[in-house]
């Protein structure tokens, strides 16, 4: 990514013609925003809708939900896109689920291990302020990425002992985009001879393949993975073919229960967090979250 404009990437994709309603647009009075979208739903092959705000977010759900004619509206997104429209929903009075309904938060009731392959500074905060409050933390090195089976035994029982031991355990790959690790992470791929834009896949799957086998020694009973790619990669090693959402934690980054051929990986709490995702104290929330379902 060179910019911030995503019109200009897809325009390498695609042949259509990309229109957008800005923020500026999504702020105006309720019929004139409504009359804006709706002109430009019809002059452009796709359009892009922006957001910078609760507020924006709550518009966007309204004008996804009145669209201007019956005919099938086809939506791409994040989960902003069901945030919008539950936003839309609440505010019209059609009953949403409430998860608080269901469970409640308290008392410290396990550990957690976490696993990060994200760069992002939001993640960077994270880890740092969960190994400010008790969390361990441990850098993976690069030599787990190559196929030094010896090394990667010695790794995973230095990580089970501490997880039986009661501690809360984060693995990652890096601090922040500015990492010196990571120039050297490339270089090492790089004398391997994979090519660069097979990195993400390469180290996903190696964190992949190292989840698996730290669950499979020993079962714990909540599970974080930090990083988009990361978290895909990893969940397709560890065998998990559905989820179910428990908790919100928080936008984007919820809480869910896992359902897996693999008996040390099914019905395990499941958090997957965007690089991007989360509040500073994202990890802790999950560490204190006490799953008591009530009655």
């Known amino acids: 990514m060179n910019g911030a404009d995503l019109r200009n990437h897809l325009r390498k994709q695609l042949e ?48 996804l939900w009145e669209k201007p004619n019956k005919s099938t509206q086809f939506v791409v997104g994040s989960s902003g896109v069901e945030y919008a429209l539950a936003s839309c929903w609440r505010d019209i009075g059609i009953p949403t689920l409430n998860f608080s309904n269901f469970y409640r ?11 990060s392959g994200s760069c992002s500074m939001i993640t960077h905060q994270q880890i740092a302020n969960a ?17 030094n089976q010896q090394y990667l035994k010695s790794f995973i029982e230095e990580v089970v002992e501490l997880l039986i031991g ?4 984060i693995l990652y790959t890096a601090l922040g985009s500015r990492d010196g690790s990571i ?62 959402m428990i908790h919100q934690v928080s936008p984007g980054a919820p809480l869910c229960r896992t359902y897996s051929d693999n008996r040390h ?3 395990i709490e499941l958090a997957l ?23």
Do not use: W
């Open 16 to 63: 259509a013609d990309i229109g957008l309603m800005d923020i500026n647009e999504l702020s105006q009075d309720g019929e004139n925003v409504k009359e804006q979208y709706f002109k430009k739903i019809q002059s452009h092959d796709i359009l892009l809708l922006d957001a910078l705000n609760h507020e924006n977010m709550r518009v966007i759900g309204r004008l």
């Open 105 to 115: 938060s308290g008392t410290i009731r396990e550990n957690v291990l976490v696993v």
């Open 131 to 147: 190994l400010s409050n008790g969390f361990h933390g441990i850098r993976i090195p690069i030599h787990l990425f190559t196929n």
């Open 166 to 169: 009661g501690k809360s355990v």
């Open 183 to 244: 120039g050297v992470t490339r270089e090492h791929l790089n004398a391997l001879g994979i090519q660069p834009r097979e990195y993400g896949h390469f180290i996903g799957k190696q964190l992949g393949i190292l989840t698996n086998e730290i669950m499979n020694k020993c079962r714990i009973g909540r599970l974080v993975l930090a990083g988009g790619d990361t978290s895909g990669f990893i969940t397709k090693e560890l065998g998990i073919y559905g989820l179910e």
């Open 265 to 267: 990986t099914d019905q």
């Open 273 to 295: 967090k965007g690089g991007q995702l989360g509040g500073k104290n994202y990890f802790e929330d999950l560490l204190k979250l006490n799953m008591i379902r009530k009655c």
